[in-house]
């Protein structure tokens, strides 16, 4: 008896159906791999969601209750608003940055020295696939984040939630956590060990952040503060998000979505590349 099949896969390779040895035989995109990636970057955080999830919004809503004590007593006043209402947005998008940042550097820094790596870069995930995976595990923790913070604010006396810009939030909630995730993917690549990447957190991210205007407005700056916060890109995210409940901006929301934006097309193509071509990844 002929064995069809057989005859089948051959006249196949003679006809060039097959792609060469070792080429790609699942689409120009591996949705079940990236999906993966995903839901582990996830599922990650939401095992230890007490430390990952719950610790920061309370440490987030602290700052909130000793600022306003602190800063907010007897009436004062930022922006012509309530200092708490005015603080809230700037609270919410630091808790963004942060956990953002953490999930994506701990994920790969752990992963390298744990000695597991491999079973990332084995798996058929194109580096652009690899980039996204591990972006939107850091994006999903710093909503999450983002949004129990939110929540918890609307609950608190004197502070409203209402939002008069929806696209505003929406926009620099997604740039803040997209950004910070890159930047963590770059710290985790690049660190060797955990005080590394702490090195960043704390002599980077943390400065970065708390000099952004979230406790103040930069119109009260000096011009040589008012230049430094114009270059700092953690400022226009905080700007633009609370410019989206409060309705008022310290800067230009163009200069601020231009930058931005800029800012994480570049830090897109840097991860890109990295994982391209396995910098401190691959032996």
């Known amino acids: 008896m002929v064995d069809h099949s057989v005859m089948e896969e051959t006249a196949d390779m003679n006809t060039g159906k097959y792609p060469p040895l070792g080429g790609r035989t699942i689409g120009r995109v591996n949705w079940v791999?990236?999906?993966?990636?995903?839901?582990?970057?996830?599922?990650?955080?939401?095992?230890v969601w007490a430390q990952t999830l719950a610790a920061p919004a309370v440490t987030t809503i602290l700052f909130m209750v000793i600022f306003s004590l602190a800063l907010g007593g007897r009436g004062r006043m930022v922006a012509d608003m309530p200092y708490g209402q005015f603080l809230a947005p700037g609270l919410i998008v630091m808790a963004i940055l942060q956990n953002a940042f953490a999930n994506t550097s701990s994920s790969i820094l752990i992963a390298k020295?744990?000695?597991n790596i491999i079973d990332t870069l084995m798996p058929p995930l194109s580096a652009l696939e690899l980039t996204i995976g591990f972006v939107m595990g850091g994006v999903t923790r710093g909503i999450v984040v983002g949004l129990s913070v939110g929540m918890a604010f609307a609950f608190m006396p004197g502070i409203s939630m209402s939002v008069a810009h929806l696209w505003a939030v929406l926009y620099f909630a997604l740039a803040a956590s997209m950004m910070l995730s890159l930047m963590g993917v770059l710290t985790g690549v690049w660190a060797e060990k955990f005080d590394h990447s702490a090195a960043v957190t704390n002599f980077v991210i943390a400065p970065l952040s708390l000099l952004s205007g979230t406790f103040y407005?930069?119109?009260r700056l000096s011009e040589g503060w008012q230049i430094f916060s114009s270059i700092n890109p953690f400022f226009y995210l905080i700007d633009g998000?609370?410019?989206g409940f409060i309705d008022r901006a310290d800067s230009s929301l163009l200069v601020g979505i231009s930058f931005t934006l800029a800012i994480n097309i570049v830090l897109m193509f840097a991860v890109y590349q990295?994982?391209?071509k396995g910098y401190r990844l691959k032996a």
């Open 33 to 47: 791999g990236l999906q993966t990636l995903y839901l582990k970057e996830t599922r990650r955080f939401m095992k």
């Open 113 to 115: 020295v744990q000695g």
């Open 217 to 219: 407005s930069v119109e």
């Open 241 to 243: 998000f609370r410019y």
């Open 274 to 276: 990295v994982f391209k």
